[in-house]
């Protein structure tokens, strides 16, 4: 086999077979296939395409290109949650808490935020002391004795995504169907759970940009896990505006805290009962959809979940107190105001744009290695439909330099659109594959 005939054949709209696609993989991490070979095979699959068993090969060679967590010395149906990505999108505390306190364990690996988008691991470090590098006995430890671990993903999990990645990311194939769906279920089927809760989310501030093409995408993804014996199940949500009303790290962890007390915006809670719902169902703790949404408001409403989420912080060395003191959270002393133009109806605001000001104030990466701002961030005081008059607070920016504030601020007051009719609304739930 020779990797010039592999990408020849894709190149002219052939079917890869299982075999090509382990020898490309294998290459590609080892090194003897150089990073112009595999490139070109990437264009060559972005332009052509792969079908459905061709995906699956693909993610599971990339699945098993590094190290597989073996979670079966835990007892209990383990299920895992992923989102596709979005802005202000702070529902993994939540609902992983939620499935927890529900008596579903949950072992989460998580990304860093890079670009627009934040990451869990991040937020989750805003809490003073907390631990999102755990060794393996450790990490099954805390899944065996508190429900729930949420950690940053370990060193060789799916070398071969991470090599991959890096490759798309400077050629212009990431906006592929089979190469995004094989790059996030190789690293979930890796993480070794039962049964994987995807959020895929859709609009301006996502991947996808309609219903559609995030279905399609589900799909793929739910096929994937399928074939590999997993549980599986998608909530398809809209990211046409950001998620809840903070955009950051200390200020998005405050957000989930205060949904966990009951309080928190109706969106986020929404969409977290749904996700932990999801979690519940396939954690065979409940029968029906309607049963173990009934469970997920329970563990919501009594404070189980938010004694759950106190649980695990304490057990990852954080200071647990935050979940009754918000206010331990610290927020960026400058403060820089937007404020609305003129009245009118908020047609829609920019995920794209409030994540880059957040990232400008000093919250994101854009870089790997650059160093964020756990108290920079953005909170909104106006959402998708609402009414406001002329000079009427927008938004604010918080972080730790005016500078920093008032170029974020800048690049806020980009993302608000003003109209003077109402918007049509649209839900924040398009669909739920069961
Ligand atoms: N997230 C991933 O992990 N991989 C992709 O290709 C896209 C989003």
Redesign the pocket.
């Known amino acids: 086999m020779n990797i010039i005939d592999i990408i020849v054949k894709k190149r002219d709209g052939g079917k890869l077979s299982r075999e090509e696609i382990n020898y490309f993989i294998r290459g590609c991490v080892d090194g003897s296939i150089p990073d112009y070979q595999s490139a070109a095979l990437l264009m060559a699959v972005f332009l052509r395409g792969m079908d459905e068993e061709e995906t699956f090969f693909l993610t599971h060679a990339m699945a098993q290109s590094g190290d597989v967590l073996d979670l079966s010395n835990i007892p209990g149906i383990k299920i895992d949650k992923h989102s596709?990505?979005g802005v202000g999108d702070k529902t993994t505390p939540v609902v992983v808490s939620i499935a927890a306190a529900a008596g579903v364990p949950v072992a989460k690996m998580s990304?860093r935020g890079l670009g627009f988008t934040g990451g869990t691991v991040d937020k989750l470090q805003s809490i003073p002391g907390f631990q999102v590098v755990l060794d393996e006995d450790r990490f099954m430890d805390q899944v065996r004795t508190v429900g729930a671990a949420v950690i940053a993903q370990s060193g060789n999990l799916t070398p071969a995504?991470k090599k991959l990645?890096a490759l798309?990311d400077v050629t212009g194939t990431?906006e592929n169907l089979s190469?995004?769906?094989?790059?996030?279920m190789s690293?979930k089927l890796a993480a070794g759970s039962d049964g994987i809760v995807l959020d895929v989310k859709c609009g301006d501030g996502a991947?996808m940009k309609t219903p559609e093409d995030a279905v399609k995408l589900a799909e793929t993804m739910i096929s994937i896990g399928r074939s590999a014996g997993k549980k599986m199940s998608a909530v398809i949500s809209d990211m046409d505006q950001p998620l809840g009303r903070a955009v950051g790290n200390s200020v998005e962890i405050r957000e989930a805290i205060e949904v966990l007390q009951g309080a928190g915006p109706d969106d986020v809670r929404e969409l977290c009962l749904e996700l932990a719902s999801e979690m519940i169902r396939l954690g065979e703790k409940a029968e029906d959809h309607q049963s173990a949404m009934a469970a997920a408001r329970e563990m919501l409403d009594s404070g189980r979940a938010l004694e759950k989420f106190g649980e695990m912080i304490r057990a990852q060395g954080g200071d647990s107190r935050v979940i009754r003191d918000v206010s331990l959270l610290r927020k960026g002393e400058c403060r820089t105001e937007i404020r609305a133009g003129e009245k009118g109806f908020i047609t829609a605001i920019r995920g794209q744009e409030i994540g880059e000001a957040a990232r400008l104030a000093g919250a994101g990466r854009l870089r790997k290695e650059d160093d964020i701002d756990k108290t920079a961030g953005v909170i909104l005081h106006a959402k998708v439909g609402d009414h406001v008059e002329k000079g009427q607070l927008l938004a604010e920016v918080f972080g730790s330099s005016v500078e920093k504030t008032e170029l974020a601020a800048e690049k806020c007051r980009m993302a608000f659109v003003t109209g003077s009719r109402p918007p049509a609304g649209h839900p924040l739930i398009y669909r739920v594959l069961r």
Request: without cysteine; positive net charge; aromatic residues 14%.
């Open positions: 596709t990505g990304g995504d990645y798309r990431v190469l995004i769906s094989s790059s996030i690293k991947f």
